[in-house]
């Protein structure tokens, strides 16, 4: 079994407890000893990384993932492609988020119904570099709903009633996804719907709902309005993307189900349109940009009052599109820090031990512990000094994924200079 032994690290375990000075053995593919205060670790076959001072942390967690949205500029312009051409695309995806430290993805629907299976499958296979997937359905939506583009051949599947959509989930679950995407309610732009409008029925939802209990799946669900948030969290879906407008009632409902519920704003769309639209060549009229400051307006409060009260509240937001592409997903911690007031541990904790929980690995992934799964991040600085430094896919100086590494650490100081330490 391959043994290898950080030391020399500045370790930040992903249970938002304070970084501590330590020493990391893994082995085969977990973390089997961890050292702190000075004490060293006796692994004598261990082949031996000098972090030289680095944070060691653990890989993280998108928890809205779209890796088969290749940049888009337009909702209609994810199914240009043929399926065979996507596959190849996404697979170039998959690899990226490796290289900017995403070593899970949780999927936040597939652009055509078998892609996010084929990376996911070809990814578990060590056939292409690419980070834990788990694969969902095209987003499932309803006649004149989100997504609904008039085409057949779209991102979305167009269902109508409880016996449509559990026909769909069936199918899916037969075909292997491991997350059934369903839109509750309105997008975040356009001027002919609001987010307070909600499309979906209650019967519709359950019946999503009661096929992933009985497959053993997980229901993700775009819900913005208060309503679809209520219909959602009363059904048992687990995943909660943007939650906009959640009221008083919504909120005691996250909040009475926080062990097994998971909220993700996702407003990587709106934040990036507002911030860098303009630099990927995106112009914004005066209606879309009042929109998408409110939107991180109204967000930004109830995920900080999420937070207080205990819900899991986890980074993941859209990115795949023109003005907010892949790769600029940890802008999501630098948001929960400088807008929703998390520490950045605490924005650390979300992309990492929480993720770890949403993949279904509960103790065992997202952590730097004793038995969890060996992914880790070697960091050139501190993120909780600047917790920006985690956009700059150059600062990991060392990327491991299940007890491999995707980039190994090279040599990064001369002789005279680690003599001089
Ligand atoms: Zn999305």
């Known amino acids: 079994m391959s043994e290898t032994l950080f030391i020399n690290v500045e370790v930040i375990d992903g249970a938002a407890k304070p970084a501590f000075s330590g020493q990391v053995l893994v082995k085969g593919n977990r973390i089997a000893e961890v050292a702190r205060d000075g004490a060293a670790i006796d692994a004598p076959e261990a082949h031996v990384v000098d972090g030289g001072g680095a944070t060691l942390m653990p890989g993280m967690t ?75 359905t095209r987003q499932m939506t309803v006649s004149g709903g989100f997504g609904d583009i008039g085409k057949e051949d779209a991102y979305s599947l167009v269902l109508n009633g409880p016996e449509e959509f559990r026909n769909a989930s069936r199918e899916a679950a037969r075909r292997g996804v491991d997350i059934f995407k369903i839109v509750p309610s309105a997008p975040g732009s356009g001027k002919d719907v ?48 943007h939650a906009t407008l959640a009221d008083e009632e919504a909120k005691d409902m996250l909040e009475a189900r926080k062990d097994s519920v998971f909220v993700a704003p996702a407003m990587g769309l709106p934040y990036g349109r507002l911030k860098e639209g303009e630099s990927y060549g995106v112009s914004t009229d005066d209606y879309t940009r009042a929109r998408a400051e409110k939107e991180i307006e109204t967000v930004s409060v109830n995920m900080a009052e999420l937070k207080s009260r205990g819900v899991r509240v986890l980074p993941g937001g859209d990115y795949g599109f023109k003005w907010n ?12 820090v400088d807008l929703f007031g998390f520490s950045p541990l605490e924005a650390i904790r979300a992309a990492t031990a929480h993720g770890g929980e ?3 690995m509960r103790g065992e992934l997202g952590l730097v512990a004793k038995g969890a799964f060996a992914d880790l991040l070697l960091v050139d600085g501190d993120p909780v000094k600047d917790i920006q430094i985690l956009q700059d896919r150059d600062r990991f100086l060392a990327i491991m994924k299940n007890g491999d590494f995707h980039k190994p650490l090279t040599a990064n100081r001369t002789q005279a200079q680690v003599a001089a330490e």
């Open 358 to 360: 949403l993949m279904g």
């Open 194 to 241: 609001l987010a307070e409008d909600t499309a979906m029925t209650d019967a519709e939802v359950a019946a999503v709902c009661e096929v992933a209990h009985q497959r053993n799946r997980r229901v993700a669900a775009h819900a913005r309005s208060a309503e679809a948030v209520k219909m959602c969290v009363g059904n048992g879906v687990q995943m909660i993307y």
């Open 62 to 136: 998108d928890a809205h993932a779209h890796l088969s949205f290749l940049d888009a500029a337009t909702l209609g312009d994810l199914t240009n492609l043929t399926p065979e051409r996507l596959v190849l695309e996404t697979a170039k995806n998959a690899r990226k988020m490796l290289d900017h430290g995403f070593t899970s993805m949780f999927s936040g629907s597939s652009a055509r119904d078998n892609t996010d299976i084929a990376i996911r499958d070809a990814i578990n296979a060590g056939d292409i570099p690419g980070p834990r997937l788990l694969a969902a």
């Open 325 to 336: 592409p892949h790769g600029r997903n940890a802008r999501d911690l630098f948001m929960f």
